[in-house]
C-alpha cells in the first residue's frame, strides 16, 4: 500500500520539480542524545512541541555547518502534528543542490539534525536532561546520522 504525503494545509505533496521533500524534524516524548547533552540522554516533552509556534521557514545546512557555503535549502511549512514537528524541505536548485538531491534520491542521506535554543531542566533521578520549552528553531542540518532516529527525510 503507498503511503500518501501531506502538507501542513492538508493539500496533497507530491515529489516534484520544486525540490520539495517531507521531513520529520523532531518527536515529541522522545529521548535523544545529542552533542550539546555532555553524553546524557535528552527528553523533547510532547508538550514542548505542542506549545511552540514554528517559524515559517529555517535554513537547511550540511553537517551543522551554518555558513553560506554549506547552505544548500530551507524548511518551510513547519507545523505540530502529534507527535511530530514535521516541514517541507526544499533543496535549492545550485550545483550542490543537485549533488545533494541524488544523495537523497539515492538514500545516501536520510537523516536530519536540529540546532534549537531550549529551556530545560535537569531530572535528577532519571539523570536526563529534559526539554520544557523550545524558544527557537535556529537551523537544521543534513547529517550522516542524527540524534533523533525520528528526524528523516520522508521518500
Known sequence: MRKFKY???NNLLKKSQNNLYNVILLKGDNIV???????????????????????NKIPLFLDHEDK????????KNIYYKEPYLFGEMEIYDTSLGKDIKKLIENKKITDLSVKM???????YIKKINIVDKIKKLISVSLVLEGADKYAKIQL
Open 7 to 9: 502538507n501542513k494545509k
Open 33 to 55: 542524545y545529542d552533542s550539546t547533552s555532555k553524553g546524557l540522554p535528552l527528553l523533547i516533552k510532547l508538550t514542548a512541541l505542542k506549545e511552540f509556534q514554528p517559524p
Open 68 to 75: 553560506i557555503s554549506n547552505l544548500v535549502g530551507e524548511v
Open 117 to 123: 535554543l531550549t529551556e530545560e531542566h535537569f531530572d
